[in-house]
């Protein structure tokens, strides 16, 4: 039986079609997958912290599985389930897609242009991570723990200059999320309280 927030978030998640984003000249593609799961009568979402890597402009952030499309993808659905396996070793298809939500693209001018789409799925509860030579750390957050008013933080970024700039961040068990992580799952936090999901019954 699919758990009644499993059910609220497809069901909010289906009643509004995303905004994809449209077709510019030499705007990359990428993909990204949220993957739920219900384990102790908790929603978990998987978080990952990527390893240092020189000329990635995400090295060394907490993320979400994913990455560019590539020609052999049928579509960026099937990017994200790609990404998902080489990076955690989780395979999307032992569980379900729910839904996407809207596509974003980096606000930096530093980062190349690219335009990343968020698949949400559902995942069995005993599915563990397995993370590749990309991912240093591959964790579990209960989406509640998310949503709680303490959880909200900041991140503050040095620039060259000597300046310093401070980003709307996540505390994820002691990790920081910010930047189009953090704006990703503001959204998915939003869609998921409004669905009902923290109060099934209603």
Request: charged letters at 25%; glycine letters at 8%.
């Amino acid at each position: 039986m699919t758990d009644a927030r499993i059910a609220a978030l497809e069901a909010a998640l289906a009643s509004r079609p995303p905004l994809r984003a449209p077709d510019a000249p030499g705007q990359a593609r990428a993909a990204v997958a949220l993957l739920l799961r219900v384990r102790e009568g908790r929603v978990e979402l998987l978080l990952i912290h990527r390893a240092e890597r020189e000329g990635d402009p995400w090295s060394g952030h907490m993320a979400l599985p994913g990455g560019r499309w590539q020609r052999d993808d049928a579509d960026l659905v099937a990017t994200a389930a790609r990404e998902t396996r080489e990076e955690v070793g989780i395979d999307v298809a032992s569980g379900r897609l729910l839904g996407e939500l809207d596509a974003l693209a980096p606000r930096s001018a530093r980062i190349p242009s690219i335009a990343v789409s968020p698949f949400v799925f559902h995942v069995p509860a005993g599915v563990e991570p397995k993370p590749n030579h990309e991912v240093q750390l591959a964790l579990w957050i209960a989406v509640e723990d998310l949503l709680r008013p303490d959880a909200v933080t900041e991140y503050l970024h040095d620039l060259a200059d000597g300046n310093t700039l401070a980003f709307p961040a996540f505390d994820a068990q002691g990790y920081v999320v910010w930047g189009m992580t953090h704006r990703i799952l503001t959204g998915f936090l939003e869609m998921y309280a409004q669905s009902g999901a923290l109060d099934p019954a209603k």
